[in-house]
Protein backbone atom coordinates (compact mmCIF):
# COMPACT_ATOMS: atom_id res chain seq x y z
CA UNK A 1 0.00 0.00 0.00
CA UNK A 2 1.50 3.80 -0.66
CA UNK A 3 2.14 5.49 2.30
CA UNK A 4 -0.11 8.06 1.26
CA UNK A 5 -2.93 5.68 1.34
CA UNK A 6 -1.92 4.24 4.21
CA UNK A 7 -1.52 7.42 6.51
CA UNK A 8 -5.35 8.41 5.02
CA UNK A 9 -6.81 5.12 6.40
CA UNK A 10 -4.83 5.80 9.92
CA UNK A 11 -6.90 8.99 9.87
CA UNK A 12 -3.52 11.27 9.62
CA UNK A 13 -4.07 13.25 7.42
CA UNK A 14 -5.74 13.12 3.51
CA UNK A 15 -3.84 11.61 1.02
CA UNK A 16 -3.30 15.04 -0.18
CA UNK A 17 -2.17 16.20 2.99
CA UNK A 18 -0.09 12.98 3.38
CA UNK A 19 1.69 14.03 -0.24
CA UNK A 20 2.46 17.74 1.31
CA UNK A 21 3.61 15.85 4.79
CA UNK A 22 6.03 13.23 2.60
CA UNK A 23 7.14 16.54 0.22
CA UNK A 24 8.09 18.23 3.67
CA UNK A 25 10.18 15.55 4.95
CA UNK A 26 8.35 14.84 7.73
CA UNK A 27 7.49 10.90 7.11
CA UNK A 28 10.46 8.17 8.34
CA UNK A 29 9.79 4.40 6.81
CA UNK A 30 12.09 1.97 8.78
CA UNK A 31 13.77 5.33 10.27
CA UNK A 32 14.72 6.86 6.36
CA UNK A 33 13.23 10.09 5.26
CA UNK A 34 10.78 9.27 2.12
CA UNK A 35 11.56 11.32 -1.12
CA UNK A 36 9.19 9.16 -3.27
CA UNK A 37 5.21 9.23 -3.14
CA UNK A 38 5.23 5.93 -5.32
CA UNK A 39 7.46 3.84 -1.77
CA UNK A 40 5.22 0.97 -0.97
CA UNK A 41 4.54 -0.11 2.91
CA UNK A 42 4.00 -3.18 4.62
CA UNK A 43 2.08 -2.07 7.57
CA UNK A 44 2.18 -5.28 9.64
CA UNK A 45 6.15 -5.12 9.55
CA UNK A 46 6.98 -1.68 8.90
CA UNK A 47 7.79 1.09 11.18
CA UNK A 48 6.35 4.56 10.05
CA UNK A 49 6.71 7.97 11.35
CA UNK A 50 5.39 11.43 11.06
CA UNK A 51 7.24 13.79 13.06
CA UNK A 52 8.64 11.38 14.83
CA UNK A 53 5.48 9.83 16.28
CA UNK A 54 4.99 6.43 15.35
CA UNK A 55 1.61 5.89 13.15
CA UNK A 56 -0.97 2.81 13.41
CA UNK A 57 0.60 1.56 16.42
CA UNK A 58 -1.18 0.11 18.89
CA UNK A 59 -1.48 2.01 22.21
CA UNK A 60 -0.13 -0.28 25.26
CA UNK A 61 -2.82 -1.72 26.85
CA UNK A 62 -3.93 -0.39 30.33
CA UNK A 63 -5.26 -1.40 33.63
CA UNK A 64 -5.70 0.77 36.59
CA UNK A 65 -7.44 0.71 39.68
CA UNK A 66 -7.88 4.10 41.03
CA UNK A 67 -9.34 4.76 44.48
CA UNK A 68 -11.66 7.42 43.89
CA UNK A 69 -12.44 10.03 46.37
CA UNK A 70 -15.94 12.01 46.82
CA UNK A 71 -15.66 14.97 44.34
CA UNK A 72 -14.39 14.10 41.12
CA UNK A 73 -16.50 13.24 38.40
CA UNK A 74 -16.48 10.13 36.02
CA UNK A 75 -16.41 11.11 33.02
CA UNK A 76 -14.00 13.01 30.52
CA UNK A 77 -14.95 16.16 30.04
CA UNK A 78 -17.83 17.90 32.35
CA UNK A 79 -19.88 20.76 31.36
CA UNK A 80 -20.00 22.01 34.60
CA UNK A 81 -15.80 22.51 34.95
CA UNK A 82 -15.70 19.69 37.89
CA UNK A 83 -12.47 17.80 38.13
CA UNK A 84 -12.25 14.61 36.64
CA UNK A 85 -11.32 11.18 37.97
CA UNK A 86 -8.76 11.57 34.65
CA UNK A 87 -7.21 14.83 36.79
CA UNK A 88 -6.12 11.87 39.13
CA UNK A 89 -4.04 9.69 36.31
CA UNK A 90 -0.69 12.04 36.06
CA UNK A 91 1.53 10.17 34.01
CA UNK A 92 -0.72 7.86 32.28
CA UNK A 93 -0.57 9.05 28.56
CA UNK A 94 -3.10 6.09 27.07
CA UNK A 95 -6.72 7.59 26.64
CA UNK A 96 -8.23 4.74 29.60
CA UNK A 97 -12.51 5.10 30.14
CA UNK A 98 -13.92 4.03 33.70
CA UNK A 99 -15.46 0.61 33.69
CA UNK A 100 -18.69 1.97 34.72
CA UNK A 101 -19.64 5.13 36.54
CA UNK A 102 -19.57 5.89 40.26
CA UNK A 103 -21.60 9.35 41.20
CA UNK A 104 -19.69 12.24 41.50
CA UNK A 105 -20.04 12.01 45.66
CA UNK A 106 -19.43 8.31 46.01
CA UNK A 107 -15.99 7.38 46.75
CA UNK A 108 -14.04 4.09 46.07
CA UNK A 109 -13.05 1.22 43.67
CA UNK A 110 -12.93 2.23 40.11
CA UNK A 111 -11.07 0.22 37.32
CA UNK A 112 -10.10 2.30 34.15
CA UNK A 113 -8.30 0.82 30.64
CA UNK A 114 -8.53 1.23 26.93
CA UNK A 115 -9.71 -2.50 26.87
CA UNK A 116 -13.13 -2.07 25.24
CA UNK A 117 -13.57 -5.69 25.33
CA UNK A 118 -13.10 -6.26 28.72
CA UNK A 119 -15.05 -3.31 29.81
CA UNK A 120 -17.67 -4.54 27.28
CA UNK A 121 -17.55 -8.03 29.34
CA UNK A 122 -17.32 -6.38 32.73
CA UNK A 123 -20.24 -4.02 32.22
CA UNK A 124 -22.78 -6.66 30.34
CA UNK A 125 -26.15 -7.20 32.26
CA UNK A 126 -25.40 -11.22 31.35
CA UNK A 127 -22.64 -11.04 33.51
CA UNK A 128 -22.46 -8.04 35.93
CA UNK A 129 -20.07 -8.51 38.54
CA UNK A 130 -20.29 -8.06 41.98
CA UNK A 131 -20.16 -4.94 43.83
CA UNK A 132 -19.88 -4.01 47.62
CA UNK A 133 -20.08 -0.71 48.83
CA UNK A 134 -19.93 0.44 52.22
CA UNK A 135 -22.84 3.09 52.88
CA UNK A 136 -23.76 5.32 55.89
CA UNK A 137 -27.05 6.20 56.50
CA UNK A 138 -29.63 8.38 58.56
CA UNK A 139 -31.04 5.96 60.77
CA UNK A 140 -30.77 2.61 62.15
CA UNK A 141 -32.43 -0.12 59.32
CA UNK A 142 -34.60 -2.76 61.37
CA UNK A 143 -34.80 -6.42 60.56
CA UNK A 144 -37.31 -5.51 57.80
CA UNK A 145 -35.50 -3.19 55.72
CA UNK A 146 -32.41 -5.03 55.88
CA UNK A 147 -34.64 -7.92 54.63
CA UNK A 148 -36.39 -5.79 51.58
CA UNK A 149 -32.83 -4.86 50.86
CA UNK A 150 -31.65 -7.98 50.59
CA UNK A 151 -35.15 -9.44 48.54
CA UNK A 152 -35.27 -6.94 45.73
CA UNK A 153 -36.50 -2.88 46.40
CA UNK A 154 -38.70 -1.83 43.92
CA UNK A 155 -37.29 1.65 42.20
CA UNK A 156 -38.74 3.52 39.31
CA UNK A 157 -37.27 1.16 37.33
CA UNK A 158 -38.21 -2.06 38.76
CA UNK A 159 -37.04 -4.15 41.33
CA UNK A 160 -33.90 -4.69 42.16
CA UNK A 161 -32.41 -7.95 42.28
CA UNK A 162 -31.46 -9.84 45.26
CA UNK A 163 -28.24 -8.01 47.27
CA UNK A 164 -26.29 -9.37 49.99
CA UNK A 165 -26.55 -6.77 53.01
CA UNK A 166 -25.06 -6.71 56.66
CA UNK A 167 -25.24 -3.86 59.10
CA UNK A 168 -21.70 -3.18 60.10
CA UNK A 169 -22.52 -0.61 62.67
CA UNK A 170 -25.46 1.01 64.49
CA UNK A 171 -24.93 4.48 66.31
CA UNK A 172 -27.21 6.90 67.59
CA UNK A 173 -29.15 8.34 64.66
CA UNK A 174 -27.12 6.62 61.66
CA UNK A 175 -25.33 2.94 61.09
CA UNK A 176 -22.90 1.43 58.69
CA UNK A 177 -23.93 -1.07 56.05
CA UNK A 178 -22.49 -3.06 53.42
CA UNK A 179 -24.15 -4.19 50.14
CA UNK A 180 -23.28 -6.59 47.69
CA UNK A 181 -24.89 -5.64 44.53
CA UNK A 182 -24.40 -7.02 40.69
CA UNK A 183 -26.38 -4.89 38.74
CA UNK A 184 -25.16 -1.64 37.71
CA UNK A 185 -28.08 0.87 37.83
CA UNK A 186 -27.66 4.59 38.01
CA UNK A 187 -27.31 5.57 41.65
CA UNK A 188 -28.43 2.11 42.90
CA UNK A 189 -27.79 1.85 46.25
CA UNK A 190 -28.31 5.34 46.95
CA UNK A 191 -31.63 4.91 45.36
CA UNK A 192 -32.14 1.48 47.14
CA UNK A 193 -31.55 2.96 50.53
CA UNK A 194 -33.44 5.73 50.15
CA UNK A 195 -36.53 3.75 48.81
CA UNK A 196 -36.44 1.85 52.22
CA UNK A 197 -36.31 5.46 54.29
CA UNK A 198 -32.47 5.08 55.58
CA UNK A 199 -30.90 7.90 52.86
CA UNK A 200 -27.29 7.56 52.14
CA UNK A 201 -24.84 10.07 53.90
CA UNK A 202 -21.98 8.83 52.63
CA UNK A 203 -21.13 5.80 49.78
CA UNK A 204 -17.95 4.08 48.99
CA UNK A 205 -17.17 0.89 46.31
CA UNK A 206 -14.91 -1.72 48.29
CA UNK A 207 -14.97 -3.95 46.14
CA UNK A 208 -15.10 -4.97 42.74
CA UNK A 209 -15.39 -8.56 41.93
CA UNK A 210 -12.39 -10.08 43.84
CA UNK A 211 -10.62 -6.81 43.25
CA UNK A 212 -10.44 -4.49 46.61
CA UNK A 213 -9.00 -1.23 47.85
CA UNK A 214 -5.84 -3.02 49.63
CA UNK A 215 -2.93 -0.56 49.71
CA UNK A 216 -4.41 2.80 48.25
CA UNK A 217 -4.91 5.64 49.59
CA UNK A 218 -8.07 8.31 48.51
CA UNK A 219 -6.26 10.09 45.05
CA UNK A 220 -4.16 6.67 44.59
CA UNK A 221 -4.49 4.06 41.70
CA UNK A 222 -2.07 1.40 40.13
CA UNK A 223 -1.09 -0.86 37.56
CA UNK A 224 -3.60 -4.12 37.83
CA UNK A 225 -0.84 -7.44 38.13
CA UNK A 226 -1.50 -9.68 34.60
CA UNK A 227 -3.37 -12.41 36.97
CA UNK A 228 -5.53 -9.80 38.13
CA UNK A 229 -6.57 -8.80 34.18
CA UNK A 230 -6.74 -12.66 33.30
CA UNK A 231 -8.72 -13.00 36.28
CA UNK A 232 -11.34 -10.43 35.04
CA UNK A 233 -11.13 -11.97 31.42
CA UNK A 234 -12.07 -15.18 32.76
CA UNK A 235 -15.11 -13.99 35.14
N1 LIG B 1 -24.72 3.23 43.69
C1 LIG B 1 -24.86 4.55 43.90
O1 LIG B 1 -25.87 4.99 44.40
N2 LIG B 1 -23.86 5.35 43.53
C2 LIG B 1 -22.71 4.90 42.98
O2 LIG B 1 -21.82 5.69 42.66
C3 LIG B 1 -22.59 3.53 42.76
C4 LIG B 1 -23.61 2.71 43.13
Redesign the pocket.
Known amino acids: MRIQKYLAHQGVASRRAAEKMIAAGRVRLNGRQVIDFGVLIDPQNDCLEVDGQKVGAAPRPRYLLLYKPGGYICSAHDEKGRRTVLDLLKGVKERVYPVG???YN?AGLLLLTNDGDLTYKLLHPSHEVTKT?VAEVTGVPDRAALEQLRRGVKLTDGVTAPAAVRLRRRGADGAQLEITIHEGRN?????MLDAVGFPVRH?R?TKFAFLDLAGLKPGEWRELRPAEVQKLRAL
Open positions: RLDTYRQVRRLR
